[in-house]
């Protein structure tokens, strides 16, 4: 049984065509846990009227992803599916957009490489064939790791003929199989350090820590709507300095100090030095945008 723990907030339009995919599934064993963090577009209404099947709860408009997924996870944990001999959770995004046969590659994947968690290769839903990720390589001494999908060019053809899975050292929230024994031997999502932005590769890094290895499946590909996620500096026409200064306070960019000093203390091994190379990084990655955009 695989339950499939959704957070949203204010995007009926996209909640509903991400559930419309999961109705679409050809593996039939999973119910959907929309965590409705405080919506007032009319969303659980809409959930009510067109998947009433759907189990949704809802919350204060405070939750944020981490805690909204927290909820979902914590309800699947104490309202078991009965019959079933093992029991998951996929953390999966509104904006995002899936194949019928989603939910089986997963499974199959993990079947090959359990106990695993089971992560998603992604692309922009208006550009397809163009890796976004598929996995990465962290290095925790100093902040310098790169993605995996500078191996196959960006390139998501390149990846399916190449390999049926890639070994990765931390997977996003956004299409993750974890098992529900993950959760047991590691506990949940950090809401506390992690409100919004990098509590799944938190997640992640400490469930590989614990010995489970994170593995991408190739063929189980999610594509998302980029322009509706979080706060992307590098998606702006022009970036000012004043942007720049606001990914680093928002809870909505991944830059975020604190959320980086929380995981250069969590995970890095040379914890303030990997901090100051972290915000050293995303600052040259923010001057070389400028000089290429004053050219």
């Known amino acids: 049984m695989i339950t499939i723990v959704i957070p949203v907030h204010n995007r009926k339009t996209l909640t509903q065509q991400c559930l419309g995919y999961l109705a679409a599934q050809t593996y039939r064993n999973f119910r959907v846990i929309v965590v409705d963090d405080g919506s007032t577009d009319g969303t659980s209404q809409m959930i009510q009227d067109e998947f009433p ?9 405070n939750l944020w992803w981490t805690e909204a997924t927290n909820w979902g996870i914590r309800f699947a944990q104490e309202h078991p599916a009965p019959g079933y001999e093992e029991h998951f959770i996929l ?18 994947t993990y ?20 890796l976004r990720f598929a996995g990465t390589h962290m ?4 902040a ?12 998501y053809n390149e990846l399916l003929r190449r ?7 931390s997977l996003p929230g956004r299409g993750t199989l974890i098992p529900m024994s993950v959760f047991d031997k590691i506990g949940l999502y950090d809401s506390k350090r992690f409100s919004h932005y990098m509590s799944d590769i938190e997640f992640s890094v400490r469930a590989k820590k614990a010995g489970f290895p994170l593995i991408i499946s190739t063929k189980s590909m999610v594509l998302e709507y980029t322009d509706a996620t979080g706060l992307f500096l590098s998606a702006k026409e022009k970036e000012t300095w004043k942007d720049f200064v606001t990914s680093f306070t ?20 040379t914890k303030h030095l990997y901090f100051l190379v972290d915000v050293l990084r995303i600052s040259m990655g923010f001057l070389k945008r400028k000089y290429l955009m004053a050219k």
């Open 91 to 108: 953390t999966l995004n509104d904006d995002t957009v899936v194949r019928p046969d989603y939910l089986q590659t997963l499974l199959d």
């Open 139 to 142: 290095e925790l001494w100093f």
């Open 163 to 169: 390999t049926d899975f890639v070994q990765s050292d």
């Open 250 to 269: 928002s809870i909505r960019s991944p830059t975020n100090l604190t959320v980086r000093y929380n995981f250069a203390l969590a995970h890095g091994k």
């Open 144 to 155: 310098s790791g790169r993605d995996a999908a500078a191996d196959y060019n960006y390139d």
């Open 111 to 130: 079947e090959q490489h359990k106990p695993c968690l089971v992560g998603s290769p992604s692309a922009d839903v208006n550009s397809p064939e163009k």
């Open 53 to 61: 099947d759907t189990l949704i709860i809802r919350g204060t408009g």
